[in-house]
């Protein structure tokens, strides 16, 4: 199985502060269709996780664009420019390239 | 717009069999593959599986064959995920997903 890898654990941060969480993936989530099914999700305390972004850098209609992916291959980052209060919870990563699909830890962000 | 709704919390004694329902609404049920994936309590999200309506075709991750069963009825745009001689170790939160859009999720619990 593919094994996904997120750091931090957590982050601590002030509303305004960008934010950077890192996914590394065991193997190549580049497929053979060319495309790269690496995804982003927020699950907030509570709730079921939401999606936010979508082959490393496609957001979703609604997510704000203080958000953004990057990376390729093996390696893969989530950035958020300037953290807001309805930001915190734990975002996972997940890989949709090979079966079975996998999932990062999660990076809990906490509001300082 | 494109809704998951999906049965409500299970309480089921050791041994026993769940059967849970997700059911899609605001696009063609058959269209779209659905997962299943499994949260266990505070911890990360696994892939239990994913169905094609339309077919009936499924995807496993090995951990969970024998474990559940994944059927559709197409007349309803229903998904349904079974679970099999439970224990413990499956008391979790289970979501269904088609990818971009989840559940609410379903609280299995088992105790006896």
């Known amino acids: 199985d593919v094994v996904m890898t997120q750091t931090p654990v957590s982050l601590s941060l002030a509303i305004g502060q960008p934010a950077s969480i890192s996914c590394k993936s065991s193997?190549?989530?580049?497929?053979?269709?060319?495309?790269?099914?690496l995804n982003w999700i927020l699950q907030r305390p509570g709730q079921s996780p939401k999606r936010l972004i979508y082959?490393?850098?496609k957001l979703y209609s609604e997510v704000p664009d203080r958000f953004s992916g990057s990376g390729s291959e093996t390696e893969f980052t989530l950035k958020i420019s300037r953290v807001e209060a309805e930001d915190l919870g734990v975002y996972y990563c997940?890989?949709?390239?090979?079966?079975?699909?996998?999932f990062g830890a999660g990076t809990k962000l906490e509001l300082k | 717009q494109v809704k998951l709704l999906q049965s409500g919390a299970a309480l089921v004694k050791p041994g026993a069999s769940v059967k849970m329902s997700c059911k899609a609404s605001?696009?063609?049920?058959?269209?779209?593959?659905v997962s299943w994936v499994k949260q266990s309590h505070g911890k990360s999200l696994e892939w239990i599986g994913e169905?094609?309506?339309?077919?009936?075709?499924?995807n496993f991750n090995e951990k969970f064959k024998g474990k559940a069963t994944l059927t559709v009825d197409k007349s309803t745009s229903t998904a349904y995920m079974e679970l099999s001689r439970l224990t413990s170790e499956d008391s979790a939160i289970y979501y269904c997903?088609?990818?971009?859009?989840w559940g609410q999720g379903t609280l299995v619990t088992v105790s006896s």
């Open positions: 997903t088609r990818g971009a859009y």
């Open positions: 605001g696009y063609t049920f058959t269209d779209y593959w």
């Open positions: 169905i094609y309506p339309n077919s009936g075709a499924t």
């Open positions: 193997q190549s989530l580049l497929g053979t269709s060319g495309k790269t099914f």
């Open positions: 082959q490393v850098s």
């Open positions: 997940w890989q949709g390239t090979h079966f079975p699909y996998t």
